[in-house]
């Protein structure tokens, strides 16, 4: 179900309970990714431990107002609006329960600056994928493909020339984490934490990097260790990342995102 923006919703957002926002100081904390990164994965690590109320893809839904600023359709303060609306209940009842609210939805970079208007103390983590298997992930769920029934879910300002799904696919995954790599350097490493999906399947040490920017103390950490490596024996659908990859695809990957894939660390 979509959060339909109108004249008559914004009004109504702008109430003078929503816009004091009295817990705008409570701790908060986003995703900057594209999807198909794990997150739903990340969503269970962290219910599995008390501190954390973690929500994936909850109603409303911010994505088409997500999609409404990247396609310039929404100005920066009507989406601030937005998000209140949206968010501020969520974060108020984790707050009254003593969790941290992580909001594990993909999609959000573009809303981020919006999310920290309204959440003063909101951190981000910045959740990448190598590209290849991002695409090709996307690619099997027909992401970017004409008529998808959740079509109003992506941006819809790709360039004129990508006919094909994959090449928008590659052109969002570089517009998602170039952006993100601006707001890193903007807010710095205390408001937005990198890392990559394969490291946290992979690594504990990076699950245990990741608790600790969210505030847990070493004593909390080392307790949580068996819930941790219970998580990462969970079977993901990692795919493989080069598999039905073509040198087309190579060669316009290349061109069109190395410089991100090189800044985030992959070839």
């Not at 303060?77 to 941290?100: C, I, N, P």
């Not at 981000?124 to 298997?133: D, G, T, W």
């Not at 990508?162 to 490493?189: C, F, I, K, N, S």
Request: hydrophobic fraction near 40%.
């Amino acid at each position: 179900m979509r959060l339909h923006v109108t004249e008559e919703t914004l009004q109504h957002y702008t109430i003078e309970s929503l816009r004091r926002c009295r817990f705008a100081p409570c701790e908060a904390t986003w995703l900057l990714t594209t999807g198909r990164s794990g997150t739903e994965w990340l969503t269970h690590v962290l219910n599995d431990l008390e501190p954390f109320r973690a929500v994936h893809e909850p109603w409303p839904t911010l994505f088409m107002a997500a999609r409404e600023i990247e396609d310039r359709q929404m100005p920066p303060q009507a989406a601030t609006h937005v998000v209140k609306a949206a968010r501020f209940l969520m974060v108020e009842q984790s707050y009254r329960r003593g969790l941290r609210f992580v909001d594990t939805s993909p999609r959000m970079t573009s809303l981020a600056p919006a999310i920290r208007d309204t959440f003063s103390s909101a951190t981000f983590i910045h959740l990448s994928r190598e590209p290849r298997a991002f695409v090709r992930s996307a690619n099997a769920r027909q992401w970017y493909k004409l008529h998808h029934p959740q079509e109003w879910w992506f941006p819809h300002k790709y360039p004129e020339q990508m006919t094909e799904p994959w090449q928008r696919l590659v052109w969002y995954w570089d517009q998602t984490h170039r952006h993100a790599l601006e707001l890193e350097r903007v807010w710095g490493p205390d408001v937005v934490h990198r890392v990559k999906a394969e490291d946290l399947w992979a690594n504990i040490e990076s699950l245990n990097a990741l608790l600790s920017f969210l505030g847990q103390s070493d004593l909390f950490i080392h307790a949580s260790q068996p819930a941790l490596e219970q998580q990462m024996r969970t079977p993901r659908n990692v795919g493989h990342a080069h598999a039905d990859w073509t040198d087309e695809m190579e060669t316009f990957l290349q061109d069109y995102a190395g410089k991100t894939m090189r800044e985030l660390g992959y070839e």
